[in-house]
C-alpha cells in the first residue's frame, strides 16, 4: 500500500509502499476513506524542536484524523463489523496504569498516539486497536467522521469551564480555531470575541457566529477586550494560535476569576507574569490534551447530529497522497482551510 | 499613636507618629492586639519591582495580619460590640463591580488592600469598613486570630483541588508553607512530599506530618518525586515558595491530569515549558490570592476549633513596634518563624 | 397608599389602604411601577396546608416580583440614587448565620422572604433592604424587571446541572415552566421535551422552542421520553408542576446518572421509589430555592441583554390592583400566562 | 464444585453441587479464597419484594463480595497471570451503550451485578470477566482483598460531595454504616454523628472515630443533631440503614444547602416532605450505588495502604459454606460485623 513517512530527522515526508500490517489480536484494519491534516502534521513536516522531541523512532508513518472502514479484525475483536465506518480515537491507552485507573484514557502516557509513535494514517491502510474505534452514523460524511477527532479536540477545550453567557476570547482561528469558534458558539459565549491577524479567518470566524473580531497586528488586545466588554474583560480564554504573545496579551484581557485553556502549542517555552496574570487575579490555567473517552465523542456526535454544527464546512481542499507536497505548502502558508486526502482517490461531495 | 509606615520608594520603613484614623460611618476602629509578618511584608520593607508595581501612593501604612479589639464604631455599623476581638479579611471589596456581582469579592479590584492600599496593621489602632471584621471565638489566642488570615490562604491554596489520599508535593516551607502543610495534612494528602532547602525548615515540616523531605540543592526533585510515589509522579503540587526553579522542578515532577496551585510570590516572569508541562499532560494551574468571603475563614475555624490545627505554634518571635528592624532583618534571613509585633507591648503567652 | 394583604388564614386577599412604611436606615421605598403574580401567591391567595405553614403572622402584604423606582432612602443608604430603576431579590438573609458564612445567602432561615413574612409588592409602595435591589439597565420594560425574579429562578433550575446537548424533560410549562423552556433552550438541551396537560401551553412552549411535547393525560410518560430519545432516557428532568404524578414518570424516564431539580411545590408530601428511581439509577435530586446572590442575577441579565431571550413575552394580562379577584380567578383556572399589577395604573405597551 | 443456590423464589440458599464454568475468551476463573456477606445478599436471602423485583431468572448462584486467585483463563485474556490474587468488581457493564459511553461504568443496565444475575461467589470457584478483577497488592489479607467491594461503597458514598470539617450524620451504622464511619473519618468529617439504635455497634462506631452517638430509639434525631451542631444542622446525612424514619429524620436535621447520599435500600417506597426538606433547604439528594470503575477502587487502595484505614477489623465470623444458614441466621438477627465464608475451609488469622 502507499503511505506517507516520516524516514529521517528533517523536513518533509516521502511516499513510500509498504505492506499492510496483520492486526494482532484486538486490532483492527481500516481502510482510510478520508484522512484530514492537523496543526501538528505541519510540525511533524517542519521537523521543529517540539516535533524533534516528540516523536519516536523512524520510520514513522504519519497522519491520524482518519475516516475508515473495516477490512479486517483480529481474532479477539467483537462487535464491530466488516464494512462498518468509523472514526479512530488517536490517544491510545494501556489501560492499567495509575493514569488509566484515575480514568484519564487520554493523558496515558505508555499508549503512545497514532502518527507519532505508531504508523499512521495517510495511507491507504492503517491497523489500530479495535478499541479505539468510535463508530460513525449511518450515512455520515467520512469528512464528518474524518473531523470528529480534531472537532472532538476543540469541544474539550470549550467544555473544561462553563462558557454560557461568559465573555470568552478566542486567539487563533485556524481550522481547529474555527471549529472552537463553532463549539464556543453552540455552547452560548457571549460575546465571543476573535483574535486572527489573517483577514479571509476573520471573515469564517464572523460567518460561524464570532460577535467581535480583532486583528492583534493593528489592535491592542488587552484594550480592545476591555472595551468590548465594558471593561469587565475576558472571563474565557481559549488559546489556539499556539503563538505566545496571543496568550500573554489574552492573559492580560482577561477579568478576575478567570479561566484560560490551552491547546495550541508554542513551539518553545513561554514567559509568563505569573503574578499579574494568574495569582492576583486568581485565574485558572488548563492544558488540554485530546478528548474524554468517550464522554467527548459522545458530545461531538450530540453537536453534530442534534445541534447542527457541521466541522466539514472547514475543508478547502481534497488530495491524493501523491500530492502531499502541495497540501503541505498549502497548510504553511496558512492560507487554507482544513486540507484533506483522499488516499483511494474519491473526491467527496460535501 | 505609633505606626509603622512606607514613606519613600525604597527600602525599610519608618516608625511614625500619627493621628488615629475617625471611622467612617460603615467602619471600626481596631486597637492592634497582635500584628504578624507575611512575605509580602518583606517585599514591600525591602521594596523590589512587584511591590513597587503594586504599592500606591505613600506614605503609607503598612501591614496586614492581625487580631484587633473593636474601640469605636462608625454611625452605621450594626452587630459588632465594643471589646469584640476580630480578625480583618484584608482583601476590602466595593460589592457592585462584576468581580462582586459574581461572588468573587477577593478578587474585587475596586476595593484595595490593607497595608497595600489602606493604612495598615503595623500600628497601635487601624481603621476598617465594619463588614471586613471576622470574630473570634471565646478565649482566642490573639495570635491565633491574627494568623486566620494567612493560614486561610494556606487552607485556599489546599482546597481549590481534591488531596485526599493524592500524592502532594509542596515547594518551600516558611512560614505559609508550614501552615500549608498543616492544611494539606489535616486534609488527608498522601504522600505529603516537601522540598525545602534549610534543614530547620525541613525538620518542623517533618513534625507537622510532612511524609517526605527533600533538599532541592541536593536532590533532583522530578527524580525523588518518581521514586516516592513509585513512579506515579505528584498529583498536587502546591506552590509556596515564589521560587521560578521550585515550580519549574514541580512541574516537571507532576504526574499526568495533575493540578497546581500558585500562592508564592516570583518577583519576575517566569519562563515555562507551556507544552510539555501543562499541555500534553492535561496539567491544571490555579492563582490563588487571598481567601473565600466567608467560606474560608468558616473553613479556617473548623480546622483551628474542630480539629485542633494550631498555626500558632509557628510563632518564634513577638516584638514590640520599636523593635521592626530586627524583625525584618530576620526576616530577610530566612532564620524565623512567624513573627508577632505586640504594638501595645503584652508578651502573649502561648 | 393601596396595598393587597392577607389579614385572615383563609382563601383570598382584601384591597386595604395603609401608610408606606418609613425606611430603616439601611432600606429604600420603592414606588412599585410593576409587580407580577407568582405561583406561590396563587397558594396563598388559595390558603392551602403549605401556605398556612409557611407564612407567618398576619395581616400580611403579599406579592414579591416587581419592578420599582426608588423613591426615598434610610440614612446609611450609599449607591442607590433617587429615580433608580430596580428589580428585588425577595429572599431576604440577615449575613451573619452560618448558612450567610457559607455564600448560601438564598437559603438563609433568618431573613424572611418578602411577600410571605414581609409586607409585599402587590402594593402602591414598598419598603425594602437597600441592599436586596439589583438595578435595571437604562431604558429597561418594567415588565422584565419584574420578571427577573422568576426568571431567576427557572435559570438556576437549569444551572444546577449541565444541559448542553443532553436530553432533557420539563414537567409543567406554566409561566414558570415556559421561563426554564427558554432557559433551557438557551443552555443548549437537545432534544426538549416538554409535558404539559394544556394544549394552549404546549403550543406556547413549542413556539419558545421545545422540540417535543407530550401530553401526560393520553401519553404514557417513560415510554415516550424513552423512544424520543432512542432508548436513553432523558439525562435531566427539570420539574415545574409541583405534581406527585409528575415528578413520579419523570423520575422512571430518567436515564442512569440522571438530574433532577424541583422547583414546582408539591402541596402534600410525596411517596417516591427511592430503590429503583434513585439509588440503583444513581440519580441526583436537587431542590431549588430562589436564586444565587448576584450570581444568577448577572446570569439573568446576560440572558436578557446579550442572548435575546424575553421573558416579557409570557405576560398575557395587566391589571390594576383593584382587579385582582379577577387576576387570581384566572390563575386559578390556568388559562393565563403571566398577569401583571399596575399599582399606579399605567399600562405598559410591549 | 460447591456453590450457594437460589433455587426458588423464596426464603434461603441451598448448597448444590455442580460444574466449575468454563471460561469464554475474556473470562478468568477465580478460586474463592474469601467470600463475605453484603446486607444485599440477606435480602435475597429473605426474599423480600425489593429481591423478587431485582433479581433475573433462577436457579441462580449467589454471593458477590470476595477475594480470588485466577486458575483458568480464556484464549483471550492479557495481563491477569495464574495465581495473582484479586477482588471483582461485581458491576459488569457492556462498554458500548450510551451509560458506558457516558464513563458510568457502574450504572450500566446490560450488564448486570455478579450473584444477582450471574452466577455468584459463594462457591469454590467462580467465572468472571477479566476486565472486572482488581489485583491485590503483594500479601494482602484476602480479607481486605474481599472487603474493598462493599468498602468502596462506603467511599463512593462519603466522595459525592465534600467531608472536610462539615457536621456529618450516618444513620445506621451495620458493618457498611461502620465502613463509612471509617471512609468519613479519614476525609475529615466533623463532628461525625452516629445514629444507630443497637448499642454495640454505637459502640463499634466510638471506636471507629464517631464524635457523638445517638440512639433513634430514645433521642430526638433532629433535636440532638441541632443541639451537637451549636444550631447549625448536619450539612451532610449519609443514609446506610434503608429505614425510612431515619431517613426522614436525618433531612429534618439537615442543614440549608446540604448534602444527602443514599446507600441504605428502602425495601419499600418512602413517603417524603419534599417542600420543607429538600425545595425550601435547597438540599442534594445523591442516590449511590455500586463504585466508580476504577477511581473509587483507586481511592480505597490508597485509604488501605497508605491511610491504614482497615475494613477487615470488622471481621466478627469466618465460616465454610456448609454453615451458610447460621451465618444468615446471624445476619438476620444484626449481631454480627461483617461475616466472611471460607469456601475452602482455611480460617484466616487476622
Chains 1, 2, 3, 4 share one sequence.
Not at 516521502?14 to 510540525?43: A, F
Not at 460577535?211 to 481559549?238: F, Q, R
Request: aromatic share 6%; proline share 5%.
Amino acid at each position: 500500500m502507499k503511505a506517507l513517512s516520516k524516514n529521517e530527522r528533517g523536513k518533509g515526508f516521502s511516499l513510500v509502499n509498504q505492506p499492510v500490517r496483520s492486526p494482532l489480536p484486538d486490532e483492527v484494519v481500516l481502510k482510510v476513506l478520508v484522512s484530514t491534516i492537523c496543526g501538528s502534521d505541519l510540525h511533524l513536516w517542519e521537523w521543529n524542536d517540539w516535533a524533534d522531541g516528540f516523536v519516536g523512532s523512524l520510520p514513522l508513518g504519519v497522519g491520524h484524523e482518519m475516516a475508515g472502514e473495516v477490512v479486517d479484525r483480529g481474532g479477539h475483536v467483537e462487535g464491530l463489523s466488516i464494512g462498518a465506518q468509523v472514526s479512530v480515537e488517536t490517544h491510545f491507552w494501556c489501560g492499567s496504569c495509575a493514569t488509566c485507573q484515575r480514568g484519564l484514557f487520554h493523558l496515558c502516557a505508555a499508549g503512545g498516539i497514532l502518527g507519532f509513535h505508531h504508523d499512521g494514517a495517510f495511507a491507504e491502510y492503517v491497523t489500530v486497536p479495535a478499541r479505539n474505534c468510535w463508530g460513525a452514523k449511518e450515512g455520515e460524511n467520512p469528512l464528518t467522521t474524518s473531523l470528529k477527532e480534531p472537532f472532538g479536540n476543540a469541544v474539550q477545550t470549550c467544555d473544561v469551564q462553563p462558557l454560557e453567557g461568559r465573555p470568552t476570547l478566542i486567539t487563533g482561528a485556524g481550522p481547529l480555531g474555527l471549529m472552537t469558534v463553532m463549539a464556543a458558539k453552540a455552547r452560548g459565549a457571549y460575546p465571543l470575541i476573535v483574535s486572527e491577524p489573517r483577514s479571509e479567518r476573520r471573515e469564517k470566524a464572523s460567518m460561524l457566529g464570532a460577535d467581535i473580531l480583532l486583528d492583534p497586528s493593528s489592535d491592542s488586545l488587552p484594550e480592545a477586550v476591555w472595551e468590548a466588554t465594558e471593561g469587565e474583560g475576558a472571563e474565557v480564554l481559549l488559546e489556539l494560535s499556539g503563538n505566545a504573545d496571543a496568550l500573554r496579551n489574552g492573559m492580560a484581557a482577561l477579568a478576575p476569576g478567570g479561566d484560560i485553556a490551552l491547546l495550541g502549542l508554542p513551539v518553545r517555552s513561554v514567559e509568563m507574569s505569573l503574578n499579574e496574570d494568574v495569582i492576583f487575579k486568581g485565574a485558572t490555567i488548563r492544558g488540554i490534551t485530546g478528548r474524554l473517552v468517550w464522554e467527548t465523542w459522545k458530545e461531538v456526535d450530540r453537536l453534530i447530529h442534534h445541534q447542527r454544527v457541521d466541522p466539514s464546512i472547514l475543508v478547502t481542499h481534497q488530495f491524493p497522497l501523491e500530492e502531499h507536497e502541495e497540501a503541505f505548502h498549502l497548510m504553511e502558508r496558512g492560507v487554507s482551510g482544513k486540507i484533506a486526502f483522499l488516499p483511494h482517490g474519491e473526491i467527496i461531495d460535501e
